[in-house]
Each structure stands twice: as structure tokens, then as C-alpha cells.
């Protein structure tokens, strides 16, 4: 099945031109079985990262949602506390997936505060802001996100 995708970068940096968005272009790569049919890059403004989030799900359609930066400990890094804020349940699993696969590269990984969950029928996944670790990630939960996709939007699992 292909799925609509939304793809958020987090980054001030990034939405001000001053850097290119490598990691989110890297999510895009990394999606090309599924139709992304949203991107966007923003800066770290917890109220901003909320609305399009939600815009993303309810307006859009997403029925995937990935975000990449703003999961660190500056204190601008605020992409868990918005997708929290949106969310109607946690799916922890993923984060936890992530950060266990993703420390066998670098000991970083533990300080990832990156979170997922799911607002309506579409699941949010918060990545980290390095095109490596979206990599690394991305490859850590990449064989689940099809049959969590399936059964959260009643698509037939055969």
C-alpha cells in the first residue's frame, strides 16, 4: 500500500537558508516507496511544530508524519513536547527501538529524547536532526511502520 507521508524538518538554522536541510531530504530518500505528499521546514517554535503537526494529520491526511531535529537538549529542542501536545496515545516502542539499535554506532543515541505517537489515524515520529542517525533509525523501526500503518488505518493486513 502507499502511504501519504509528511515530512517536518525542525530547524532554525535550516528555515532560515543558513544550512541545508540534508537530514530531511535524507527522510524523503528514504521514503520513496510511499507518496510524501507534505514537506516542510520550520523552526524550533514549539506552537509552529504543534500547528503543523496537526495540519499534517487532520488537514492533509498524513497518515505518516515524520519530523527530524529539535530531539536534543538545547534548550530551542522542543520537538517531543509538541508532538506530546498533539497526540492521543504514545507509542513508545519506536523511540526506544531507535535508541537501542542506534547506540551500537555511537553512545549519542542515549540522549535522544526523540518520541512517537498517534493523533487520529496518523502516526508522528520524531527523528533525530543528523542525516546519519535518520539513517540509522530509520532502518532500526523501517520494517514495522507498514503493519502499524495497516492496523491504524484499518487496511487490509494481506
Given at each position: 500500500m502507499?502511504?501519504?507521508?509528511?515530512?517536518?524538518?525542525?530547524?532554525?538554522?535550516?528555515?532560515?537558508?543558513?544550512?541545508?536541510?540534508?537530514?530531511?531530504?535524507?527522510?524523503?530518500?528514504?521514503?520513496?516507496?510511499?507518496?510524501?505528499?507534505?514537506?516542510?521546514?520550520?523552526?524550533?517554535?514549539?506552537?509552529?511544530?504543534?500547528?503543523?503537526?496537526?495540519?499534517?494529520?487532520?488537514?492533509?491526511?498524513?497518515?505518516?508524519?515524520?519530523?527530524?531535529?529539535?530531539?536534543?537538549?538545547?534548550?530551542?529542542?522542543?520537538?517531543?513536547?509538541?508532538?506530546?501536545a498533539?497526540?492521543?496515545?504514545?507509542?513508545?516502542?519506536?523511540?526506544?527501538?531507535?535508541?537501542?539499535?542506534?547506540?551500537?554506532?555511537?553512545?549519542?543515541?542515549?540522549?535522544?529524547?526523540?518520541?512517537?505517537?498517534?493523533?487520529?489515524?496518523?502516526?508522528?515520529?520524531?527523528?533525530?536532526?543528523?542525516?546519519?542517525?535518520?539513517?540509522?533509525?530509520?532502518?532500526?523501526?523501517?520494517?514495522?511502520?507498514?503493519?502499524?500503518?495497516?492496523?491504524?488505518?484499518?487496511s487490509?493486513?494481506?
Open positions: 502507499t502511504w501519504k507521508v509528511g515530512i517536518i524538518t525542525v530547524s532554525d538554522r535550516c528555515s532560515r537558508g543558513e544550512q541545508e536541510d540534508v537530514s530531511g531530504r535524507r527522510l524523503r530518500e528514504l521514503c520513496r516507496n510511499w507518496e510524501v505528499i507534505a514537506y516542510e521546514i520550520i523552526p524550533d517554535e514549539q506552537p509552529l511544530i504543534e500547528d503543523t503537526l496537526i495540519r499534517f494529520a487532520d488537514e492533509l491526511g498524513c497518515q505518516l508524519i515524520l519530523t527530524t531535529g529539535g530531539t536534543g537538549f538545547a534548550p530551542r529542542d522542543v520537538t517531543p513536547e509538541a508532538t506530546k498533539v497526540i492521543h496515545k504514545e507509542v513508545p516502542g519506536l523511540g526506544e527501538t531507535m535508541r537501542r539499535e542506534t547506540v551500537k554506532y555511537t553512545n549519542l543515541a542515549i540522549v535522544s529524547r526523540a518520541t512517537a505517537g498517534i493523533r487520529n489515524q496518523s502516526l508522528i515520529i520524531n527523528f533525530p536532526g543528523n542525516p546519519k542517525g535518520v539513517q540509522q533509525c530509520f532502518e532500526a523501526i523501517s520494517d514495522v511502520i507498514p503493519h502499524g500503518l495497516r492496523i491504524l488505518t484499518d487490509p493486513l494481506h
